[in-house]
């Protein structure tokens, strides 16, 4: 792979983020779930390309539904070590583990509306497994990845707090997602304090860039690919929704700072402030800039809205995450931009 690879510039943009002290990690194991999803495995391959540029020993250890899957996805190095099966069924770890990312999660609003048990299976069984292994191994940082999600319907546009939950409806399909996440920190907050276990959750909003196939269903790629293929977007909903994003690359140096910085049993949001839109807009934006202006944006006279959350304000407060440092950059145009340069390279 070409050094100039748009995934090489944003693993060294992760390593030269000078806010995170890689040295607790250079000779570290750590644990993560998720690892061929999209923010699991460019951690795993910023960790990985640091073994290979600077000199770091970090031991690695995938949790891997697909073994096979993962070997296309992530770097080769002798640090990595796949361990095939599901944070639901754990395959046995009996070496020490330092640190561990939990970032195994279902992403797909079909998957919540078609298997909301298995959503919450994933979700619930899965971090109690990995906190019971956090408390086990007497870990350095633990960090589970939540979602903007767990706010529920919030009717404000006033910037949200951590505290500022908005309300969900458990009696519905699709409420399995944002409340699974709302269960499972709590779970780590409970570990944090009953059994002292290092836990923090990161409440990431919507999260893209490289790494992100042509064929995923979200919004945000659905976009992109309208726009290649010069066809109109047509929204299935009036696209009312107001929410932050997040470039990748950055998500994971949120996760990063908050596994070796956060207070543990605290929840951190990680946004980025300058993207915060509606979807309407974002497709107004995408249809401009991607699309040159020679496709417009439609509504669906009829749209199936059933597997999208009810529209909601999500503008993200992100003070507790940047009074440990952190910082975003770019604009939504970035994302995008970065996003369809790595859709034609490897992940590796």
């Not at 390593?15 to 690892?35: C, H, K, M, R, Y």
């Not at 290092?198 to 269903?217: E, K, W, Y």
Request: glycine residues 6%; proline residues 4%; neutral net charge.
């Amino acid at each position: 792979m070409s050094n100039t690879s748009v995934y090489i510039e944003d693993y060294e943009y992760i390593l030269q983020s000078d806010f995170i002290p890689f040295e607790n990690l250079q000779t570290a194991t750590v644990l993560i779930s998720g690892g061929t999803g999209l923010i699991g495995s460019t951690l795993i391959n910023a960790l990985l390309y640091a073994n290979q540029t600077r000199g770091f020993h970090t031991r690695i250890l995938a949790v891997v539904r697909n073994s096979e899957k993962a070997k296309s996805m992530l770097r080769q190095d002798e640090g990595l070590v796949l361990l095939k099966g599901s944070v639901e069924n754990l395959p046995v770890i009996t070496e020490p583990v330092d640190y561990i990312v939990h970032a195994a999660s279902p992403t797909s609003s079909r998957f919540f509306m078609n298997q909301p048990v298995e959503t919450i299976q994933a979700g619930v069984l899965g971090t109690m497994n990995l906190l019971g292994l956090a408390k086990e191994k007497c870990v350095k940082g633990f960090v589970y990845l939540s979602s903007m999600e767990a706010y529920g319907t919030v009717l404000s546009e006033a910037p949200l707090k951590e505290a500022d939950l908005g309300y969900l409806n458990p009696a519905e399909t699709r409420s399995c997602y944002p409340e699974c996440k709302r269960m499972c920190e709590a779970m780590c907050h409970a570990y944090a304090t009953e059994y002292r276990v290092p836990a923090c959750s990161v409440r990431l909003s919507q999260t893209f860039g490289p790494g992100i196939s042509r064929n995923d269903q979200r919004v945000f790629a659905m976009m992109a690919r309208n726009a290649l293929a010069k066809e109109d977007i047509i929204l299935q909903t009036k696209g009312n929704s107001r929410h932050s994003y997040l470039y990748t690359a950055q998500a994971v140096t949120a996760v990063l700072t908050v596994l070796l910085k956060g207070v543990p049993g605290s929840v951190y949001n990680a946004a980025n402030p300058d993207t915060y839109c509606s979807i309407y807009e974002m497709a107004e934006m995408v249809a401009e800039k991607i699309g040159r202006n020679r496709i417009s944006v439609r509504t669906a006279e009829n749209g199936d809205t059933s597997k999208y959350p009810a529209p909601s304000y999500l503008n993200l407060d992100i003070s507790a995450l940047t009074a440990l440092g952190w910082r975003p950059t770019g604009d939504l145009l970035m994302l995008y931009e970065r996003m369809i340069a790595g859709m034609d390279q490897s992940l590796r």
